[in-house]
């Protein structure tokens, strides 16, 4: 029997690469609905997400994990597939390799490796933060939400999985690139958002495992 899934892109101020993300996913027979969470953008984000073929949730600006969670609440798909709206390169066989480890239960979360070039193997033995990600919607739901705030989304999944022993890993996704900070708000910028996000991973490590610890997952 096929099962519903989900696709929900985050979005924030994405309207350079959101059309893209959506064509492809729409192009996927995976996908029973694509749905963007546009998180207070102030440019054409979500009409560009709309016309591609998306279905569109509007709310005020509150970060990665707000709108995650905002896209889960907007469908019942038991499986939800997680990609971030300044993808580059995304293709339907993309889509099919990240959800094939978790339709056949063969992993309970799997995680998308993007293209670094000669670096890409480097990245599977570092922490996995990547945007892209499949796995029942249960997995989220059972999080407490404020676990889950801006960029603490990825590694409360991580750490999640782990303490609770379900399997999860990544693949490799040959071709799929993003749109670099820099090149959307500038190096200045840039480089106080890098940084800004770096730190959100840091203490999302350390929150998840106190909570753990104190039994609140």
């Known amino acids: ?75 019942d798909a038991p499986v939800i597939a997680l990609f971030d709206a300044d993808l580059e390169g995304l293709t339907s066989d993309h889509v099919e390799r990240l959800l094939a480890p978790v339709l056949s239960g063969g992993r309970v979360m799997n995680c998308g490796l993007r293209d670094r070039g000669a670096l ?19 997995v989220i739901e059972r999080i407490p939400p404020h676990l889950l705030r801006g960029f603490r989304l990825e590694a409360a999944l991580n750490y999640f999985c782990r303490m609770n022993g379900l399997p999860y890993g990544a693949i490799p996704m040959p071709g799929l690139t993003m749109r670099r900070k820099y090149q959307k708000v500038g190096w200045k910028k840039g480089l106080v958002q890098y940084a800004r996000m770096t730190g959100q ?9 106190l909570a753990h610890a104190r039994g609140e997952f």
Do not use: W
């Open 1 to 75: 029997m096929k099962v519903d899934v989900a696709a929900i892109v985050p979005a924030y101020n994405e309207e350079a690469t959101v059309g893209g993300v959506v064509a492809a996913l729409k192009s996927s027979p995976l996908l029973a609905e694509v749905i963007v969470v546009d998180d207070g953008s102030s440019d054409e984000t979500a009409a560009v997400a709309q016309a591609s073929g998306a279905r569109v949730v509007r709310k005020p600006n509150g970060g990665k994990g707000s709108a995650v969670l905002a896209g889960v609440a907007a469908t």
């Open 120 to 138: 890409t193997p480097l990245t599977s033995r570092l922490p996995l933060i990547s945007g892209e990600r499949a796995m029942p919607r249960d």
């Open 201 to 209: 991973v840091v203490s999302a490590m350390v929150s998840v495992r």
